[in-house]
């Protein structure tokens, strides 16, 4: 059963893919519900379907069966247009290649979901707190070109959280990150699990999973444990 309060529910989904044609299974079955105000943390080896998982999530890629409802609607059955404006005011996604776009800096990027919109001023108040807390004034000027990798991880993740999603969609998110920055990035996350935020996190990093309120196990794109 849905939940009005639910931020997001994964309802048997599944996600098969071909290789040298042999079916192999990414996402089997997988159910699990998003709650406001909750770090959710996936947990695998690699190649066990972590990543097709928060694609699926997001509307990036489509199930062959199951669905992933969001506000009482079936997100799966939208046309890529509609899921493209769903995903632009409900979620945010920092990739494990970040995905910057190469010609904008890094403030350009932080507030290009506003850009892409076509508006020219908004939360602008945000973006410069985010730059703060994050340790980039001094870079916001400077092009992706000219960054670390540890300060493209935080100009991703800062551009995920500009909008004021109702969930943030991390791979690996402190897979490149000292232990400073990696501490800056979860205690921005907590502080927006603490405002109602959701997070759905793949990570390899047991100092990461350790913050999470779930941590969600995976195997064979199955779920092996679900719980505290």
Known sequence: MVEVSDVMVLDHLCKSYLKEGRKIKAVEDFSTTLRPGEINAVCGPSGC???????????????????VLAEGENISALNANRKAQWRSRYCGFVFQQYHL????????????????????AGRRAEAD??????????????????????????TALAR????????????????????????????????YRNRGGAVLMVTHDSSAAAEADRIISMEE???IHDGE
């Open 49 to 67: 379907g972590k990543t097709s998982l928060l694609l699926l999530a997001g509307g990036l890629l489509s199930p062959d069966s199951g669905r």
């Open 101 to 120: 776009v190469p010609y904008l800096t890094v403030y350009e990027n932080i507030i290009s979901p506003e850009l892409a919109l076509g508006k020219t």
């Open 129 to 154: 707190r985010l730059c703060a807390d994050l340790g980039l004034n001094d870079r916001k000027h400077h092009f992706p070109g000219e960054l670390s990798a540890g300060e493209k991880q935080r």
């Open 160 to 191: 995920a959280l500009y909008p004021g999603p109702k969930i943030i969609l991390a791979d690996e998110i402190t897979g490149n990150l000292d232990s400073r920055n990696a501490r800056l990035v979860l205690d921005l996350l907590a502080e």
């Open 221 to 223: 794109g199955r779920i």
